[in-house]
């Protein structure tokens, strides 16, 4: 599993998310004091999720499906 990065912005598209109100509350906290974005934060956990997805779709076992 990859570490946490402070991100590059990229080009972007404008999406609307609902987040519940603790995890609002909880990024906050992480971000608080330093100089991320909340945006920044959520792009990229999700960037480090969907490696954590495709890392876990390979065989364990080094063959190939």
């Known amino acids: ?4 990065k402070l991100p590059v ?13 603790d995890i609002i509350k909880q990024v906050e906290e992480a971000i608080r004091g330093t100089n991320v974005s909340f945006s ?13 997805l495709r890392e876990d779709e ?6 190939q499906p």
């Open 1 to 4: 599993m990859r570490k946490f």
């Open 58 to 63: 390979q065989p364990q076992d080094g063959s």
């Open 9 to 21: 912005v990229p080009d972007t598209t404008q999406k609307s998310v609902r987040f519940p109100n």
């Open 40 to 52: 920044a934060f959520v792009i990229e956990a999700t960037r480090v999720a969907l490696e954590n």
